[in-house]
């Protein structure tokens, strides 16, 4: 998967229409059950973007594999994180960030595009 300055908010936008919903059709993610890997991208978002190089360095991406750590912990802990992990393919878009500084950027635009759309789509807190 393939995230472009053309293409990360659409695909954010269709990941969300795609979560899971209860019966009354209510998204069942709510922002709290991921509000703290929310920080964690904020966090590198704020350091990468100063960041002047094209590669991350190495703490860098050091803390986007304890991210996807972080996510499979929470997705074991709870169903509406793991649909959003496998729906956004949160997973394999860390892996193509790699050690790329426009990448990992990207990441981070489009983690704040989900939340923006969950939003939108009546997500809750």
């Given at each position: 998967?393939?995230?472009?300055?053309?293409n990360?908010?659409?695909?954010?936008?269709n990941?969300?229409?795609?979560?899971e919903?209860?019966k009354?059709?209510n998204?069942?993610?709510?922002?709290?059950?991921?509000?703290?890997i929310?920080?964690?991208?904020?966090t590198?978002?704020?350091e990468?973007?100063?960041?002047?190089?094209?590669?991350?360095?190495?703490?860098m991406?050091?803390?986007?594999?304890?991210?996807?750590?972080?996510?499979?912990?929470?997705?074991?802990?709870?169903?509406?994180?793991?649909?959003l992990i496998e729906?956004?393919?949160?997973?394999?878009?860390i892996?193509?960030v790699?050690?790329?500084?426009?990448?990992?950027i990207?990441?981070?635009?489009?983690m704040?595009s989900?939340?923006?759309?969950h939003?939108?789509?009546?997500?809750?807190?």
């Amino acid at each position: 998967m393939v995230l472009e300055k053309t293409n990360y908010v659409d695909m954010a936008e269709n990941a969300v229409k795609r979560l899971e919903r209860n019966k009354n059709g209510n998204l069942i993610l709510t922002t709290s059950k991921i509000r703290n890997i929310l920080s964690m991208i904020s966090t590198i978002y704020n350091e990468v973007i100063h960041h002047p190089a094209d590669k991350l360095n190495e703490d860098m991406v050091e803390r986007l594999k304890y991210l996807k750590m972080r996510f499979a912990y929470e997705a074991g802990r709870e169903k509406a994180v793991k649909n959003l992990i496998e729906v956004a393919k949160i997973f394999e878009i860390i892996e193509w960030v790699g050690d790329g500084t426009q990448r990992c950027i990207l990441f981070c635009k489009y983690m704040e595009s989900i939340v923006a759309y969950h939003k939108f789509n009546g997500g809750r807190d």
